[in-house]
């Protein structure tokens, strides 16, 4: 069964609301989560890092005010896009490690955003 | 950034083909991951390879770490409707000091028809 939940798994929105994004780990401890975004027929590019108890670290070029990361807790990491618009329309995946010095990676099933 | 490059980027077979997909760098990788994605879905795991030379085999489909560890190669047997996806490649990436994140390729989708 699924270890990594994401919720929604997709999401339709108008241009200039936010749309809050759920990654859970079922059965298991996550300090650190991983936040990918993925156009069509693209691979898979990583947004930013959710650490539990302090801020994300975001990758280069992505604006940490637009897409807001809270790790409430040790299951759980929220991504919330602000502001939306259509170009942030993606299929957004969390991934989380299998072992706390794993390198290797539960993925979620990913949540489709289109913002019309 | 390391540099990634997987190919073919697109593959559309007969079944009961045969395949290899490809993963280069220029950089040496402390280990390397393979993942199938489907449409619609989360990257699954299928195999890490950790040590220059080692082959490893998940039923029809055999990976292959280079002795270099630069490269990666997927050889699929025999292939099945079941093995359409996108194939992926990742190694790890450390970030500021914590570890587990990846950096992925772009992949090779592959299509094996009936």
């Known amino acids: 069964g699924a270890v990594v939940s994401q919720h929604p798994s997709w999401v339709i929105c108008k241009s200039g609301t936010s749309v809050k994004i759920e990654c859970r780990s079922l059965?298991?401890?996550?300090?650190?989560m991983f936040w990918y975004r993925q156009f069509p027929k693209q691979s898979l590019m990583l947004m930013a890092t959710?650490?539990?108890?302090?801020?994300?670290?975001?990758e280069q070029g992505v604006e940490k005010d637009k897409f807001l990361i809270n790790h409430a807790s040790l299951t759980l990491s929220t991504l919330t896009v602000t502001s939306a618009h259509p170009e942030d329309s993606s299929f957004y995946i969390c991934?989380?490690?299998?072992?706390?010095?794993?390198?290797?990676?539960?993925f979620g099933p990913g949540t489709r955003l289109t913002v019309t | 950034t390391q540099l990634l490059e997987q190919s073919p980027q697109f593959l559309s077979i007969q079944e009961g083909e045969n395949l290899t997909v490809y993963c280069n760098s220029s950089?040496?990788?402390?280990?390397l991951q393979w993942y199938r994605q489907e449409p619609g879905e989360g990257p699954v795991l299928l195999v890490t390879?950790?040590?220059?030379?080692e082959v490893k085999k998940l039923k029809r489909l055999t990976f292959q770490f280079g002795d270099a560890r630069k490269d990666s190669s997927l050889h699929i047997t025999a292939a099945q409707p079941g093995d359409t996806g996108l194939y992926l490649c990742?190694?790890?990436?450390?970030?500021?000091?914590?570890?587990?994140?990846?950096?992925f390729g772009k992949g090779t989708k592959l299509s094996v028809k009936p």
């Open positions: 950089s040496v990788f402390s280990s």
């Open positions: 390879v950790v040590t220059g030379g």
């Open positions: 991934s989380a490690p299998r072992g706390p010095n794993s390198y290797e990676q539960y």
């Open positions: 959710s650490n539990e108890g302090s801020k994300a670290t975001y």
């Open positions: 059965d298991f401890q996550a300090t650190t």
């Open positions: 990742a190694p790890p990436m450390n970030y500021g000091g914590s570890q587990g994140n990846l950096i």
